[in-house]
C-alpha cells in the first residue's frame, strides 16, 4: 500500500498545489468581478462542457485506450486519427456558432455580447489541443511534469484574469483568463513531446477504427454533461443570473476539493487497470481502497464544513451568501471519488453500457429535484438537489458493481452511515449560518467518520508516520 501511498502523493503535486492557488485568488477575483458577471461565466463554462464532449469524439478515450499498442515512432499516426475527426466537427461547429451568433449570446447571457461566440471558438480549438497534450505527457508517466502544467494552467488563469478584470470587471476577465491560461499550459506542454506532433499520413482504416470505438463513449458522455449542469440550467430558467454567480461561487470553494478528486481519479484509472491485470478476479485490493478513499473524503468533506466559514469571509461581501449553498455541493467530488473505487468491475467485466442507465437514473433525480426547489429555494435549492443526486450516482454505480460481479463486498454501511451524517451536517449548514454551529457540527462529523473507519485511520497513521521517516532518514 505504501508504494501506491507514494504514487498518488507524487503524482498529485501539482493539483494540490493548484488547491492552495485558488484558495488565495478566488477572493480576489470576487472583489473584481459581481455575482451577475460570476453568473454569466458560468453559463459560457456550461455551453463550453458540452461542445466539447460533441467535439472530442470520444477520441481522447480512444488515444489512451490504443497508445500502448503504437510504438513510439508512431504515436504521432495514432495522435492525428484521434484529432482529425475532432478537427472536422470542431470546424462545422464554430461556423454554426458564428452565424448563430447573435441568437446563441441573447439565450446564455441575456443580450447580445459582441465577439463571445469568436472567443468562444478560439477556446474550443485550444482546449482540444491541450487535452491531447495532457494525454501524451500523462501517458509518458511525467508526474513532474503533469504537476508543472497544472500549476502554469493555474497562475496563468488567475494572473490574466485580475489583469483583464482591472480593464473591464465583466464576465469577459474570466473567459479570457481562463483562454490565456489555456493558452500558456499547452505552449509550456507541448516541447515535452514534439514528436507526437509530427505530422502523418493518414490511413482510413485507422481513423474508421479510432471512431469505432470512440463514438458509443459520447451518449454517456452527453448524459453525465447533462447530470453535472441541469443545476446552472435550472437557475437559468428559474431564477437570476446574480443566483447563477453565488452558486458559482460556491462551487469555486468545492473545487478545491474537486481537485482532490481529480487527483485521485488520475492515479486510480491506472493503478487499478495494472492491478486487475495480476490479481484478476481478487477483489480484496478494491475493497481495501474502497475503505481508504472513503475515509478520507468524508474525513476531508467534515473538515471542510467545519471550516468554511473561515474561506468565505475572504470573498468579497456579495458573495458572502455562498457560504450557506455550499454544503450540499461538497456530495459532487466525495461520492464521486468513492464510486470510482466501485465502479470498476462494470469496466472490468466490459458491462460499460450500464453506464447509461446510470447517468440516466442520477440526472433524471437531478432534474427532477431542481424542478421542484430551485423556483422556490434558487441556489440552495440547486446544491441540495444536486447533493442528493449524486448520492444516487454512487449508490447506482456500486450497486451495479455489485451485481456484475457479486464476490466483491464493499462496507456499505459504514458509507452509509456516514453519508447520513454529512447530510445532517449540510442540512444544518444550509439552514443557518452560525460559525460555531457550524464549526462544531463539521468536527463532530470528523469524530464520527473516524470512529466508523478505526482500523483505516490507525492503518494510515501508520503508513504515513513510516514514509515520513524513511524520508527524513534520507
Request: aromatic share 14%.
Amino acid at each position: 500500500m505504501k508504494k501506491y501511498i507514494r504514487s498518488f502523493v507524487s503524482f498529485s503535486l501539482g493539483t494540490w498545489l493548484r488547491a492552495i492557488i485558488s484558495i488565495f485568488t478566488t477572493p480576489i477575483v470576487t472583489y473584481l468581478i459581481i455575482p451577475e458577471e460570476f453568473g454569466k461565466s458560468a453559463m459560457y463554462a456550461t455551453a463550453f462542457g458540452v461542445v466539447n464532449l460533441l467535439v472530442f469524439l470520444g477520441m481522447d478515450q480512444t488515444f489512451v485506450r490504443f497508445f500502448n499498442e503504437y510504438g513510439k515512432d508512431s504515436r504521432n499516426k495514432l495522435l492525428w486519427s484521434c484529432l482529425f475527426p475532432s478537427l472536422i466537427t470542431t470546424g462545422l461547429l464554430s461556423l454554426v456558432m458564428l452565424i448563430l451568433s447573435n441568437t446563441i449570446s441573447i439565450l446564455l447571457y441575456g443580450k447580445v455580447y459582441p465577439y463571445i461566440n469568436l472567443i468562444f471558438v478560439l477556446n474550443i480549438y485550444l482546449s482540444l489541443f491541450q487535452r491531447y497534450n495532457h494525454l501524451i505527457i500523462r501517458m509518458q508517466q511525467k508526474g513532474l511534469m503533469y504537476s508543472t502544467i497544472e500549476v502554469v494552467s493555474a497562475v496563468s488563469t488567475v494572473v490574466f484574469t485580475i489583469i483583464f478584470a482591472l480593464f473591464s470587471r465583466t464576465f469577459y476577465a474570466v473567459v479570457l483568463g481562463g483562454l490565456a491560461g489555456m493558452a500558456v499550459a499547452l505552449m509550456v506542454g507541448i516541447t515535452q513531446g514534439r514528436e507526437y506532433w509530427r505530422p502523418a499520413r493518414l490511413a482510413r482504416e485507422e481513423v474508421r477504427k479510432a471512431l469505432a470505438f470512440g463514438l458509443p463513449f459520447i451518449p454517456t458522455s452527453l448524459l453525465f454533461w447533462l447530470f453535472a449542469s441541469i443545476d446552472r440550467i435550472s437557475l437559468r430558467q428559474y431564477s437570476t443570473f446574480v443566483q447563477i454567480g453565488l452558486y458559482s461561487a460556491a462551487f469555486k470553494i468545492v473545487s478545491i476539493m474537486n481537485l482532490v478528486q481529480s487527483a485521485f481519479t488520475t492515479f486510480w484509472a491506472p493503478t487499478a487497470c495494472e492491478r486487475y491485470s495480476k490479481s484478476g478476479d481478487d477483489p480484496r485490493f478494491f475493497e481495501r481502497a474502497n475503505e481508504m478513499v472513503s475515509f478520507a473524503m468524508f474525513s476531508a468533506g467534515f473538515l471542510v464544513l467545519a471550516f468554511k466559514d473561515l474561506l468565505f469571509l475572504l470573498l468579497a461581501r456579495s458573495y458572502r451568501e455562498s457560504s450557506m449553498i455550499f454544503p450540499f455541493l461538497l456530495f459532487s467530488p466525495i461520492m464521486y471519488s468513492i464510486s470510482e473505487t466501485t465502479v470498476v468491475w462494470i469496466n472490468f467485466k466490459k458491462k460499460t453500457y450500464w453506464h447509461i442507465v446510470i447517468v440516466s437514473v442520477a440526472a433524471l433525480v437531478n432534474y427532477v429535484g431542481n424542478t421542484l426547489l430551485v423556483p422556490t429555494y434558487a441556489a440552495k435549492g440547486a446544491a441540495v438537489s444536486t447533493g442528493i443526486s449524486y448520492i444516487v450516482f454512487f449508490a447506482m454505480r456500486t450497486l451495479v458493481a455489485k451485481k456484475v460481479y457479486p464476490a466483491v463486498r464493499y462496507k456499505l454501511g459504514k458509507i452509509a452511515l456516514v453519508t447520513a451524517a454529512m447530510c445532517a451536517v449540510a442540512f444544518v449548514q444550509t439552514l443557518q449560518n452560525n460559525v460555531l454551529a457550524n464549526i462544531l457540527s463539521g468536527l463532530l462529523g470528523a469524530v464520527v467518520t473516524i470512529i466508523v473507519y478505526k482500523e483505516v485511520f490507525n492503518s494510515l497513521k501508520r503508513e504515513l508516520k513510516d514514509i515520513l521517516i524513511t524520508r527524513f532518514a534520507k
